[in-house]
């Protein structure tokens, strides 16, 4: 929202007053027009076409939390785009990936971030993780009624709980329920198949970098079966998103250490083409 200053130079008095630690509740208040899913859509015949990202997965390991997404955007049965990113921070212990339609939910982490950085700048401490995962529920339900219109927003939130010491992952419905995720999660078209492969890989012993390797296996299992999720891309040069949260903060890994693990994966699938067993106990 612009800040209308008048000839006075001075800010309107919504800004001034004292009011809830809510940037969402200020918008409501001052600006409800500006929330996403206040904004009325025009008559449409059908389902409502516009570009969806696809699979987001996640792990956890100790010490901390690894979040995932591939780069693929569908219209339809078309590829929309090859390298859009659905893999955002959300502040400094935390971060989201977004399934769904892509222009919502890009929007919606914006307006997330702001609500973090608007209540750490009102109240002088940081929101829990659980009140962090709690207010991006709020924000899924308010988009119920676009998400009845085809055009829903399911992310993945990822963060490192400074007061349990360890990496936690939070999933959500359309509605805004949420349900907390032990050991991995995965959403989105592929979000069946990449399951499948964390729940074949997933231990509780991984180190960082085996984390962020099984992320992109199950990326590449779901790009494998799912034609929505597009798997690493060698001749483009186009690789997953992996964030990584531990006690020292959000970190994104660098597209050569994501390159690395995608041609190493790549290497063992030429021998395997199904992927890595699962260990015989």
Known sequence: MEANIGSTGRLPAAFLTPGSSSFMD???????????GNRPLPPVQGAVQ?????????????????????????????????????????DEYSAVGIAGTAGLAI????????????????????????GKANRLSTMIRSNLGMAMQGLAVVPLFVGYDTDRDQGRIFSYDVTGGRSEELGFAAVGSGS?????SLKKLHRGDLSREQAATVAVQALYDAADDDSATGGP????????VVAV???????RLTES???????SIHEGRLQHPNGPQAPVL
């Open 245 to 251: 949260i531990t006690e020292d903060g959000y970190a």
């Open 50 to 90: 516009a570009p969806h990202g696809t699979t987001i997965v996640a792990a956890t390991f100790p010490g901390g939390v690894v979040l995932a997404g591939d780069r693929r955007a569908t219209m339809g049965n078309m590829i929309a785009q090859r390298d859009i990113e659905k893999v955002f921070p959300a």
């Open 192 to 196: 069946v198949f990449a399951r499948g």
């Open 26 to 36: 200020f918008l409501a208040e001052h600006a409800p027009e500006q929330l996403p």
């Open 257 to 263: 250490e994501v390159s690395e693990i995608a041609r």
């Open 233 to 240: 891309d060698l001749t483009r040069r186009i690789y997953p």
């Open 107 to 130: 929007e919606m982490v914006k307006l997330f971030q702001l609500e973090l950085e608007h209540f750490e700048k009102v109240e002088g401490a940081q929101l829990s993780l659980e």
